[in-house]
Every structure is written in C-alpha cells, then in structure tokens.
C-alpha cells in the first residue's frame, strides 16, 4: 500500500496527471465530463478511506497532521505553612506554661499565628489544602501569646511581691540592727556610768564604808599612832608611824570568800609606795580566807609616813586577782 504525498509537495510530470486523494474533487471538471459531482468525488472518497493517515485525523484544518495535547500535571497543594503554623503553636503553648521558659514562648506563637493567616489565605485560594492545620496553628499561637502574657503577669507580680518582701524584711532588719546598736551603745554608756558612779563610790574618806554586791563591807578606821618596837628593821627617821585598821562584815546570806584580800597599798602624799613596818610584836593582823554571814574580821598593820608628805596620804585595799571586786581607796591625814 502506497502512501499518498501531501498536496503542496512536489510532483514530476507522470505524477501531474494523477488525482489528488486527499483534495476535493473539482466541480468545474465534473461538469465538463457530463458527470454529477457526487460521481466523481466517489472514488477519491473511497480511497481516502480505505488509506487514513499515518500522522491521525485532520482537526480543521484540511491537509495538516494532528496530535493530542500532553496531559499536565496537576501543581502540589502549598501545605507547609499550615503544618509549620500547628507545630509551631504546639510549641509556644507548652513553652508558655513552663516558668522558666515562657518568656521565649512569644516567638513561636507569633509565628504560629502569622504562617496559620497565610496558609488559611492559600486555602481560599484553593493552593492549599490542610486548613485544619492552618487554623489549629492561629488557635494555638493566640493561646500560647496570651498564656505567655498572664504567665508573664503572675510571675512579674510574685517576683515583685518578693522583692517588696526583701525590702520589707532588710528594712526590719536594718531597724533592728539600728536597735541593737543603740541598746549596745547605751548598754555601754549606762556600764561606763555605773563604773564612773562605782569608781566614785569606792573612793572614800577615811572613815567611810564600802559594801560590795556580794554583801561584802569593808571599814578603815582612823589611823592610829604606832610605837615600834626595839626589833623593828630599819625603823625611818623623820616619819609619822600610824597604824590602820581594815574591818570587813559579810552582810550577805552566803559564805564570803577573801582569799588573797587585805592587801593594803599605802602612798603618800607624793604617790610613793609606803611599806609596811614589821617589828615582830605580834600585832599584825590579817584577813580569814572565808567570812560567815554576819560575821566579821579586821586586819591591821604598821606603816611609817615620810613628814614632809604624809597628808594626804591613800590607801588601797586589794582583793587580788581571783576576786571579781574592785579595791577601795581611801585617802586621809594621818591625825
């Protein structure tokens, strides 16, 4: 079987003569022939049927090949945003409820709800199709912002309450720092007076009394004119021997320790130390190591004043050291 050549291709002069299949029988050569249109038209037809195309039908166009269209692929829905906007609420709410976190929660929510618009704006356009998603993401991105912002209050007002609280309590305890050091400074003030009234107390005329918190009263007596004896040692010239006399009375309910008291420290008018005269008559005395309540006990001892400073002159009684009392001064002539 013979293919037929196309009407505009070229044609040799023994093709010239040959009927076209493919064009229409011409009328004017019909009618020159004597023979009706439908006659001569026939066998071409015929032909043309019995040899279709190799290239497909004609569409329109007499003599020009067709070919269907390629079928297009349809464009894949724009779901990212919507899935992004879902995650990104799931994750700014849950942030917004944790303490610690919740001031970061602010972005993702923000986000949710910005990708959540745009992907409910391409599923009204038809280029999306998980509007779902798309509104769950706006959803949970304005729960997670305002969950942030009532979380971000709570804990903006507790931490507020507890800094009011430490201030309440470093003004608490600044006044009472202040009171404690005005008690301590009083407290010293008031033990600095009462020593300064004690120092006071305990220096006396002789003659006078001391009595001590522990009911302890200690007396001096007049001085005494003494006569040494022959056996005194070194007996000083151009000096007033007087002899004193301390007399202490326990008038306390308890024993009085006076281990180590009776000590007397005699200067004269000069602040020289005096000694004591021993002359081996017998007539030194000195003070128990303990007194009953209600009793008491003298000691007495010899002491020779330089004339040219014997008035005035003081005495000391001493406790010594294992004692917590002061000594009493009292200070005299010695006529």
Do not use: C
Request: hydrophobic share 40%.
């Amino acid at each position: 079987m013979t293919t037929p050549a196309p009407p505009d291709s070229p044609k040799s002069a023994g093709e010239a003569a040959e009927a076209n299949p493919w064009a229409p029988p011409v009328p004017d050569q019909a009618a020159d022939r004597g023979e009706a249109p439908g006659q001569a038209a026939a066998p071409a037809a015929a032909q043309a049927q019995a040899t279709p195309p190799a290239s497909g039908p004609v569409q329109g166009v007499p003599g020009v090949p067709y070919w269907p269209p390629y079928p297009m692929a349809a464009p894949q829905p724009r779901n990212g945003l919507g899935v992004a906007a879902m995650v990104l609420g799931i994750v700014g709410t849950v942030l917004s409820l944790t303490i610690i976190l919740f001031w970061m929660s602010w972005i993702p929510a923000l986000l949710a709800v910005i990708f959540g618009a745009v992907g409910l704006g391409y599923v009204r356009k038809g280029q999306a199709t998980n509007k779902a998603m798309a509104l769950s993401g706006v959803i949970l991105g304005i729960a997670g912002l305002l969950v942030s912002v009532g979380t971000g209050a709570v804990v903006a007002t507790r931490v507020h309450a507890v800094n009011e609280e430490r201030r309440a309590e470093e003004k608490a305890a600044r006044i009472r720092s202040e009171e404690r050091v005005a008690k301590e400074k009083e407290r010293v003030e008031e033990e600095q007076r009462r020593r300064a009234a004690d120092e006071k107390a305990r220096r006396l005329a002789i003659g006078q009394s001391y009595t001590y918190e522990d009911g302890l009263k200690v007396t001096l007596a007049a001085p005494e004119p003494y006569v040494p004896k022959e056996t005194v040692f070194e007996a000083p010239k151009n000096a007033t021997i007087i002899q004193l006399k301390v007399t202490v009375v326990n008038t306390g309910s308890q024993d009085i320790s006076l281990y180590g008291s009776g000590l007397l420290f005699v200067k004269d008018a000069k602040g020289a130390l005096v000694f004591e005269l021993f002359d081996g008559s017998g007539r030194r005395t000195s003070l128990p190591g303990s007194l009953a309540p209600g009793k008491e006990a003298t000691a007495q001892s010899a002491y020779a004043l330089p004339n040219d400073a014997a008035a005035p002159f003081t005495v000391e009684l001493d406790h010594g050291s294992g004692l917590q009392r002061k000594g009493v001064t009292w200070s005299g002539s010695p006529s």
